[in-house]
């Protein structure tokens, strides 16, 4: 295909020493996953689906699972990662599999100390000084990735080509958010009252982050995941101006990094709606849409210059099997024919969801025609 000589020209140039491994990389997705073609925009047939928090407490198995190990032993033994990668793909044959690990693994490394309690995550020392911002230090080769990149390693060797394997990573200013509020369940106020206050010292945050995780994510890449998704899940607290200065201009160095690599990024914004006119330019292969905006607005403000992912409100998975079958068909319908597209909820699935209707969800997709 023309598209694949570009991208190998362009890597060429680049870098010699990549070419035979992009070269692989690429004929191998472009000819094998379901996902990544349509993440290029060379969708065929129905769109492959997958769920955001597929691996979680909804399903039995991971909660007979968690009985016996913590969320933190969960997410950093490869061999009970890797399990609970795999357990929603076997029981409903999604089209991804993402990796068990979670995005505040990266500011942990960094310096700061996290607990994961009943009630969420928790940074015990807050940021909340430049001198906090100048003790975070560059995680230890390993520190945050060891983990991830071995079940990684072992989810790529295990699963049918056909199916991708998803990295992901927190974009810096969601990270930001986290470390300058401690507890998030907070409502965000103080990480925007620091923009207005301390603009140096936030950029000196999102500095380090953004550093951290361009080696994080492409030692992903280098452990063999398909394609790899940024969570920027809070930055659709800040108006637009301060989204542009503050979260996309730190997510577009991580995005660099990924196509200078030839590998798929997707970026999930929550509460995206009045972000929409920026979003097409924002550096990603694929945008993850939240489920306020309708897709055919999205495609209709977008063009076909971006993929899009999304979009079923997670809570429809609490109505009964048919009528989620209903909405998914809708769904499906409104998007016919875009080979861009990627089926997947609004955000993460909810804890209590019921099974059945997952089941509904994803049979809907798998089961549709072109
Ligand atoms: O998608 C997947 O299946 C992969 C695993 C995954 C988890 N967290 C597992 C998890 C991913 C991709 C994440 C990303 C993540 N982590 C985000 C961005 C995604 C989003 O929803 O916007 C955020 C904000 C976090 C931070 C985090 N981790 C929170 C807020 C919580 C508590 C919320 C909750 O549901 O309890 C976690 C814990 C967490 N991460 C759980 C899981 C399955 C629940 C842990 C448990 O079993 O008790």
Redesign the pocket.
């Known amino acids: 295909a023309p598209s694949l000589g570009r991208r190998l020209a362009a890597v060429v140039f680049v870098d010699g020493a990549r070419v035979i491994e992009t070269t692989e990389r690429n004929l191998d997705a472009v000819s094998e996953s379901r996902f990544v073609r349509a993440a290029r925009g060379q969708g065929q047939g129905r769109p492959p689906v997958w769920?955001?928090?597929?691996?979680?407490?909804y399903l039995p198995q991971?909660?007979k699972l968690?009985e016996s190990h913590t969320?933190v032993e969960?997410?950093t033994e490869p061999d009970l990662a890797v399990e609970?990668?795999l357990q929603?793909w076997r029981e409903f044959g999604m089209d991804a599999v993402?990796?068990?690990?979670?995005?505040?693994f990266v500011p942990e490394a960094m310096g700061a100390p996290l607990e994961?309690t009943?009630?969420?995550?928790v940074f015990h020392r807050p940021v909340a000084s430049r001198a906090d911002v100048d003790g975070l230090r560059r995680p230890e080769k390993g520190s945050a990735s060891g983990p991830i990149v071995e079940s990684l390693r072992r989810l790529r060797a295990s699963l049918p080509r056909e199916v991708a394997v998803l990295g992901?990573a927190?974009a810096p200013f969601?990270l930001a958010a986290?470390l300058v509020e401690g507890d998030?369940r907070r409502s965000g106020d103080r990480i925007r009252r620091l923009i207005h206050a301390e603009p140096e010292m936030i950029d000196a945050l999102l500095d380090r982050i953004t550093e951290a995780t361009i080696e994080y994510v492409n030692e992903q890449v280098d452990a063999g995941a398909d394609a790899v998704?940024l969570?920027d899940?809070?930055a659709g607290l800040l108006g637009l101006d301060h989204y542009e200065r503050f979260a996309a201009r730190y997510q577009k160095p991580i995005f660099e990094a990924l196509r200078e690599r030839d590998v798929p990024a997707i970026l999930?914004v929550?509460g995206a709606s009045h972000l929409l006119e920026r979003l097409p330019a924002c550096g990603a292969t694929v945008f993850s849409l939240d489920w306020r905006t309708p897709l055919v607005a999205a495609r209709r403000a977008f063009g076909s210059r971006i993929a899009l992912q999304g979009n079923l409100d997670p809570t429809v998975l609490f109505a009964p099997p048919d009528e989620v079958a209903r909405r998914t068909k809708d769904m499906l319908e409104s998007m016919r024919n875009d080979p861009s597209y990627i089926v997947n909820l609004g955000?993460?699935?909810?804890?209590e969801t019921p099974v059945a209707s997952v089941r509904a969800f994803i049979d809907t997709v798998r089961e549709a025609d072109a």
């Open positions: 769920i955001m928090r597929q691996a979680g407490r991971y909660r968690r969320f969960m997410c609970v990668s929603p993402i990796v068990f690990y979670d995005i505040l994961f009943e009630r969420g995550p992901f927190g969601t986290y998030f998704q969570f899940t809070w999930y929550n955000h993460g699935i909810l804890p």
